[in-house]
């Protein structure tokens, strides 16, 4: 993928591009234009406060499915600017019994590290 076909993304594949970029070192500057691209991107939405597994929140901003029936959402701490975590949310109700709001899938972040050493094995 070139950085100019970044602009043909839907909603939904934009956030999975920045669930992807978001698990590299990025610096500050380069992580806040990447939020300030997503907000340009039609279909992307502040879902207001959040909260993931673990008990942390912060502010998620999200993008329908193109069926409508979930939403994808990455969650952002406010004060950091890091990467919380992902998640998918049920937009109504279906066959297995997920209410409306429903999070049916999640990823957190649950440490971030930069070493200089390998893992032990």
């Known amino acids: 993928m070139h950085l100019h076909d970044a602009w043909c993304l839907s909603a939904p594949d934009a956030i999975n ?4 970029v978001s698990f590299f ?3 500050p500057q380069l992580q806040a234009a990447l939020y300030r691209a997503l907000a340009l991107v039609p279909g992307i939405r502040s879902e207001g406060r959040a909260r993931i597994l673990g008990g942390r929140s912060g502010i ?3 993008a329908r499915d193109t069926g409508g ?3 994808d959402e990455i969650v952002i701490d406010p004060l950091s600017g890091l990467v919380l975590g992902f998640r998918t949310v ?3 109700p279906r066959a297995d019994g997920l209410p409306l709001g429903a999070v049916r899938g999640q990823i957190v972040v649950v440490e ?3 070493t200089h050493t390998a893992r032990p094995r």
């Open 112 to 114: 971030r590290r930069i």
């Open 69 to 71: 029936a979930v939403e």
């Open 17 to 20: 591009l920045l669930e992807n």
């Open 25 to 27: 070192p990025l610096r």
């Open 60 to 62: 998620a901003l999200g």
């Open 90 to 92: 049920s937009l109504g």
